[in-house]
C-alpha cells in the first residue's frame, strides 16, 4: 500500500496539551517499511523530521513544523516467558495493564504514564521508584544513516534520568522494545505516595492486581480530566550535590530528596514548586497550574505554546531566585 503523506495538518489534536499549528508533511507509519520509505522521502525533499508518539510530552509552537512529522503506529505484542516485546506505538499502559493480567512483575508501578512504548524508553520514563531502564532488555532501532534495523541491550542504551541513546542521538528511531519481567517479583511500595495509600486501607500489599489499582487511583487523583489539556510533569526533578541539599535542607525543612547513590540528591520539583513557589492553582489567561499538582501545565481552553511557556518561565525563575536551584524542562519542545 502507498505511503500517505499529508499536508499541513493542524498538530494540536495529536497532542495532549492541544496546542500548535501545522505540520507541513505528517504520515502515519504502520511497519518499517514505512518509516523506511518516509525518511526517503523527507531526505529527497531535504526536510527535517519529528518523530511523535501519543503526543503526551510534546509542546507545539504555534508555528507549527516545517519538515516531516512521523506518528509511529507500530503494533504488536509478543509474549515469550517473562521476556514481553511490543511495538513502538503501542500505548504504554495497555502493555502494562497487559503484563499484570498475565502475572508479570516489574512496569507495575509505571501504570497509567501516558505516551506509548517507543516514548517509554527515549525518555526512560519513571514513577513511584521505578525506570523503565530497569526492565528493558533490548529495543530495536531503525538507524537513519544506514536504514538497518539495529539492536542495543540495556547496557548500550545509555540511560539515565528521562535520558537514553535514543533521545541523543536523533538517527535512532526506535521501533520496538523487550522487557525481561519476572514471575515472582516484590512490591515496590516504599515510596511516600503509594505508603500512604496502603496504610490508608490497611492492607498489607501483595498482589500485582493491587498495586496497579493503587498507582492508578493515585495517578487519576492528581491529573486533571482528559478534557483538559496537559503535557503531563513539565520539568524534571532537579538533581544537586549534597552540599546543596544539606543548605536548602536548613532553610526548608520538609524539604523532599531522594539519595541518588552517586553523591547527588534528586529533590522533589513538584514539592519546590508547590511550598516553595505556591504554584498550584496559579493562572495566566488560559494557562496555568493545576490545583492539585505544581509539576502540571494546563491548558483551560484557548493557551497558546507561547502563553504555557511564558508561564513555565516565569515558574522556573522563581525557583532559580528562592532556592537557586534551576529546572529542567521535561517536556519536548517543537
Keep these: 500500500m502507498a505511503l500517505h503523506i499529508l499536508e499541513q495538518v493542524p498538530l494540536a489534536p495529536f497532542t495532549t496539551m492541544h496546542v500548535g ?57 509478543t509474549y515469550e516467558n517473562s521476556r514481553v516485546t511490543a511495538g513502538a506505538g503501542e500505548v504504554w499502559d495497555e502493555v502494562v495493564r497487559g503484563v499484570v493480567q498475565y502475572n508479570l512483575w516489574g512496569i507495575e508501578n509505571l501504570s497509567l504514564v501516558p505516551g506509548t512504548v517507543g516514548g517509554a524508553s527515549v525518555q526512560n520514563i519513571g514513577a513511584y521508584g521505578v525506570e523503565a531502564c530497569d526492565t528493558i532488555f533490548s529495543v530495536e532501532a531503525l538507524d ?23 533521545k541523543k542521538n536523533k538517527n535512532l528511531i526506535v521501533v520496538s522494545v523487550s522487557f525481561e519481567l519476572t514471575e515472582n517479583g516484590v512490591p515496590r511500595v516504599d515510596y511516600e505516595d503509594v505508603k500512604k495509600y496502603f496504610e490508608k486501607k490497611k492492607v498489607i500489599v501483595s498482589t500485582l492486581v493491587e498495586i496497579r489499582e493503587a498507582i ?26 549534597v552540599s546543596q541539599y544539606e543548605a536548602l535542607k536548613i532553610q526548608f525543612p520538609g524539604i523532599k530528596a531522594y539519595p541518588q547513590g552517586d553523591s547527588t540528591i534528586k529533590l522533589s520539583a513538584a514539592w519546590l514548586l508547590d511550598h516553595v513557589g505556591k504554584w498550584c492553582g496559579v493562572r495566566r489567561g488560559d494557562a496555568g497550574v493545576y490545583e492539585k499538582q505544581a509539576l502540571i501545565l494546563v491548558n483551560y481552553g484557548k493557551a497558546t505554546a507561547e502563553e504555557i511557556l511564558s508561564l513555565a518561565h516565569e515558574m522556573r525563575c522563581d525557583i532559580k531566585e528562592k532556592t537557586n536551584v534551576l529546572l529542567e524542562e521535561e517536556v519536548v519542545m517543537l
Excluded at 40 to 51: C, D, G, Q, T, V
Excluded at 144 to 166: D, V
Excluded at 216 to 241: D, H, L, Q
Design 21 to 77: 499549528g501545522n505540520a507541513r508533511f505528517f504520515v502515519r507509519v504502520k511497519s518499517i517499511e514505512d518509516l523506511q520509505e518516509s525518511i526517503l522521502f523527507a531526505r529527497a525533499k531535504n526536510l527535517s523530521i519529528f518523530i511523535l508518539g501519543s503526543g503526551s510530552n510534546i509542546l507545539v509552537s504555534g508555528d507549527g513544523y516545517s519538515g516531516l512529522v512521523i506518528k509511529i503506529e507500530l503494533k504488536g505484542i
Design 144 to 166: 537513519t544513516e544506514t536504514m538497518q534495523i539495529k539492536t542495543f541491550l540495556r547496557k548500550e542504551c545509555e540511560f539515565g534520568y528521562r535520558e537514553s541513546i535514543f
Design 216 to 241: 492508578v487511583a493515585i495517578r487519576t487523583r492528581k491529573m486533571p480530566a482528559p478534557s483538559i489539556g496537559t503535557a503531563g510533569s513539565f520539568f524534571k526533578n532537579p538533581i544537586v550535590e
